[in-house]
Antibody, heavy 118, light 111 residues
Framework: QVQLKESGPGLVKPSETLSLTCTVTGGSIDTYYWSWIRHSPGKGLEWVGCIYYGERTNYNPSLKTRVTMSLDTSNNQVSLRLSSVTTADTAIYYC????????????WGPGVSVSVSS | QSVLTQPPSASATPGQRVTISCSGSSSNIGPNFVYWYQHLPGRAPKLLIQRDSQRPSGVPDRFSGSKSGSSASLTITGLRSEDEADYYCAAWDASLGGSVVFGGGTKLTVL
């Protein structure tokens, strides 16, 4: 049974870097696509980006200059870093797995809430 | 404003059929697959429809998807109270370097 679990600080100060980790159990991370999606208060879902085998990435153009994703195959974790955060980055962040496409698939983590505030 | 356009709300009574539309363009829905997600408050989104009309294992056949040109729709038949949720369409958009784009979401109320 594949399970995903996001973790990271619940509070980040403006201008700092947000770092989140998605720990995957029940399957290896190195043969799938892994997406990050966020849901801001009062807004809809937003695709942050995707990383897949060989550490190839594709980021949302609106976030591209601030986003970095990486894979840690030894710990079976997927990481997200978002730099220079503002209050607009306050959201619930989800990681999700898909098979061979950028679209988030069947497996999602429960999400982690991140608030950007001084 | 979202790249994909959905009605902000929809409603129907239990047992009825409801259709949620998703309008896009030749850079997203036209040439690419549409996916649909159900999002309940406090829960992770759930994939309902992939590749325009395919249901993942475990998704009831009350949910169906279709696409025509640059528009897509999600239809729910035999509506149940537990279907009350937000529904999002998504598609790959080739403009600006490429990205998955979501619709603004449709809040479905079961009356």
């Amino acid at each position: 049974q594949v399970q995903l679990k996001e973790s990271g600080p619940g509070l980040v100060k403006p201008s700092e870097t947000l770092s989140l980790t998605c720990t995957v159990t029940g399957g290896s991370i190195d043969t799938y696509y892994w997406s990050w999606i966020r849901h801001s208060p009062g807004k809809g879902l937003e695709w942050v980006g995707c990383i897949y085998y060989g550490e190839r990435t594709n980021y949302n153009p609106s976030l591209k200059t601030r986003v970095t994703m990486s894979l840690d195959t030894s710990n079976n974790q997927v990481s997200l870093r978002l730099s220079s955060v503002t209050t607009a980055d306050t959201a619930i962040y989800y990681c999700a797995r898909s098979s061979g496409s950028y679209y988030p698939g069947v497996y999602w983590g429960p999400g982690v809430s991140v608030s950007v505030s001084s | 404003q979202s790249v994909l356009t959905q009605p902000p709300s929809a409603s129907a009574t239990p047992g009825q059929r409801v259709t949620i539309s998703c309008s896009g363009s030749s850079s997203n829905i036209g040439p690419n697959f549409v996916y649909w997600y159900q999002h309940l408050p406090g829960r992770a989104p759930k994939l309902l429809i992939q590749r325009d009309s395919q249901r993942p294992s475990g998704v009831p056949d009350r949910f169906s998807g279709s696409k025509s040109g640059s528009s897509a729709s999600l239809t729910i038949t035999g509506l149940r109270s537990e279907d009350e949720a937000d529904y999002y369409c998504a598609a790959w958009d080739a403009s600006l370097g490429g990205s998955v784009v979501f619709g603004g979401g449709t809040k479905l109320t079961v009356l």
